[in-house]
């Protein structure tokens, strides 16, 4: 396939272009090609790079971390977030096209994920001339080929009595928007917390040392991160700001309508996560604890959980 001229990606359809997908736009020079966005090949692409700068999350929140992807993992997968990867997570379904694009004017080099409707589900932006130069052998797609996942996608497990990940899954989903409608049905212990609690619980787990994780989710996208919070910081227009392991985390409180203290089976036992809820009851962000982790840390985490004051 040829290359297009193009923006940022399939935001708008310009009238006069016969561009085939809704990538074209005169405001900047550029190109960009389209990519298979099927798994196992957009797996193969995404961990073709060395260096990139993996970008998640919308308005309300929003997850960089600069570094190589591990193998991204789909819903219904198995997931693991290690120390010096990038964590990705995709409901394959949602993803309906994938995109190389290059600014002509900066160089700068990108890879995005779009939705069906045009927003994007992630991004990653390529650092090294090496890993710039290796976009360029990623294999197109034709026009108009159909790019999400098929039947094969492993089906998510049902979340009302299911384990953190089934949570995480559902939320995948639809930004969790059914799970919360229907959260009555949840077998778990649930509770809603006041979200500005959240700024103190970043800071105390950054001074007492105690390591966390947070995921972030865009549609159909979630990227984590895991390890010890090194610096925090809040502005007076209510952004929170935290340096997590590898990562750096931005959580504008203003944007967040609701939270809720969530329970449910992970690596040892019922664990607690913050999930923090935007105006449409979509779930932007989630703290918590991922995997295997030391049991003191587990424990000190519950305890930290189990002292917040409710909504």
């Given amino acids: 396939m040829t290359d297009h001229h193009t923006s940022h990606g399939p935001e708008r359809r310009d009238a006069e272009s016969p561009c085939a997908f809704e990538g074209c736009c005169r405001r900047r020079h550029g190109s960009a090609r389209l990519i298979d966005a099927r798994m196992p090949e957009l797996a193969k692409c995404l961990t073709l790079f060395q260096y990139v700068q993996a970008v998640t999350g919308g308005p309300v929140a929003h997850i960089e971390q600069a570094g190589s992807y591990a193998v ?43 939705d069906a409707d045009g927003r994007t589900v992630h991004e990653g932006r390529l650092l090294s001339e090496g890993d710039r ?123 967040v309508r609701a939270c809720h203290l969530v329970r ?18 979509r779930c932007v962000a989630v703290i918590t604890q991922f995997g295997i982790v030391g049991e003191d840390v587990h424990a000190a985490w519950e305890h930290l959980a189990a002292s917040l004051p409710g909504a």
């Fill in 264 to 281: 449910s089976t992970a690596a040892h036992g019922p664990t607690s996560a913050l999930e923090l809820d935007d105006a449409d009851g």
């Fill in 133 to 255: 130069l290796l976009a360029g052998l990623v294999g197109t797609v034709g026009a108009g080929a159909r790019t999400a996942q098929g039947p094969a996608v492993p089906e998510a497990a049902a979340w009302e009595n299911g384990d953190q990940l089934a949570q995480f899954d559902a939320i995948l989903g639809d930004g969790g928007a059914a799970r919360r409608a229907a959260f009555h049905r949840y077998r778990g212990e649930h509770r809603p917390v006041d979200a500005d609690v959240v700024p103190a619980v970043l800071d105390h787990v950054c001074s007492v040392g105690l390591p966390i994780g947070v995921a972030v989710f865009a549609p159909s996208a979630m990227q984590a991160c895991g390890g010890l919070v090194h610096v925090t910081d809040r502005t007076v227009g209510g952004r929170v700001f935290a340096v997590l392991a590898e990562s750096s985390v931005e959580i504008d409180l203003t944007g």
């Fill in 72 to 114: 991204p993992s789909l819903r219904g997968d198995a997931f693991a977030v290690r120390p010096g990867s990038i964590a990705l997570r995709v409901d394959a379904a949602g993803v309906a096209s994938a995109v190389v694009a290059r600014d002509a004017d900066s160089g700068s080099v990108a890879l995005r994920l779009f």
